[in-house]
Nanobody, 115 residues
């Protein structure tokens, strides 16, 4: 398995979750770029956050200030810390790694925000 996302689940509104995306060493190194996307029911997949090889980050407006993307190069892992979750954040979350101009997608992990 080259890319594996985990950490999804059911959380109450206002709660937090941390998603992890573990990559194989062959596709993740200090030069790789990490991304998170999500797809809500009945909607197209949308970009959520990105992190560059030197730790620079960018966020979609809908999650800025609530979500934090990070990476641990020693563990070949990209994280997405999600706080102040609302029903609008319910979606399947996917991670992607860009390594030498090739994109690798992981299977999604479902996040459900509901009381």
């Amino acid at each position: 398995v080259q890319l594996q996302a985990s950490g999804g689940g059911l959380v109450q509104p206002g709660g937090s979750l941390r998603l992890s995306c573990a990559a194989s060493a062959s596709i993740f190194n200090i030069n790789a770029m990490g991304w998170w996307y999500r797809q809500a029911p009945g909607k197209q997949r949308e970009w959520v956050a990105a992190i560059t090889s030197d730790g620079g980050t960018a966020y979609a407006g809908s999650v800025k200030g609530r979500f934090t993307i990070s990476r641990d190069n020693a563990k070949n892992t990209v994280y997405l810390q999600m706080n102040s979750l609302g029903s609008e954040d319910t979606a399947v979350y996917y991670c992607k790694v860009t390594h030498f101009n090739s994109n690798y997608w992981g299977k999604g992990t479902l996040v459900t925000v509901s009381s």
